[in-house]
């Protein structure tokens, strides 16, 4: 399935996502600015992009595995979400989990963009639901090993 994203650059040192390799779910977001997040620090990045979604999907913001592995730096509200109908500058809310100051160059990549299908959901309020295996158990009910 192909589908067409439009996506305006608003500054001149934005760069387009790439898949880093063919068939990859996400896509790379790049900084237009040098940022620096001090431990225990969140700061809004800027990608100087636009997009318009097709109808019927999302886009998500999901963390690069280097940067949380190597820095302990991630994507705060993982993942975050850009609604279809959203057409502001996509912004990545970072977050440094680290001991020491991370910086943001210009030009890092610093998330990744996915599109998904979003389902239309019909909510139908009961008095009861079904029956499960499992019920009400949560919130580590089926341990750890």
């Known amino acids: 399935m192909n589908l067409e994203v ?5 500054h001149a040192d934005a760069k387009l ?5 063919p068939g990859d779910a996400g896509m790379d977001l790049y900084s237009i600015e040098m940022v620096e997040i001090p431990p225990g620090e ?17 886009a998500q913001i999901r963390p690069r595995s280097g940067l949380a ?4 730096v991630t994507v705060l ?10 057409r502001g500058e996509i912004g990545v809310i ?14 890092m990549r610093l998330a990744q963009i996915v599109i998904q299908m979003v389902p239309f959901i019909q909510l139908t309020e009961v008095n009861e639901l079904s029956q499960s295996v499992r019920g009400e158990s949560g919130f580590g009910a089926s341990g750890t090993k």
């Open 77 to 86: 509200n993982s993942p975050g979400t850009i609604d279809e109908g959203y």
């Open 6 to 10: 439009k996506i305006k650059r608003i």
């Open 69 to 72: 592995l190597k820095h302990s």
């Open 42 to 58: 969140s700061r809004l990045i800027q990608t100087g992009l636009q997009i318009e979604l097709p109808k019927g999907t999302e």
């Open 94 to 107: 970072m977050i440094n989990h680290g001991k020491e100051t991370f910086v943001i160059e210009k030009s």
């Open 17 to 21: 996502p790439l898949q880093a390799n």
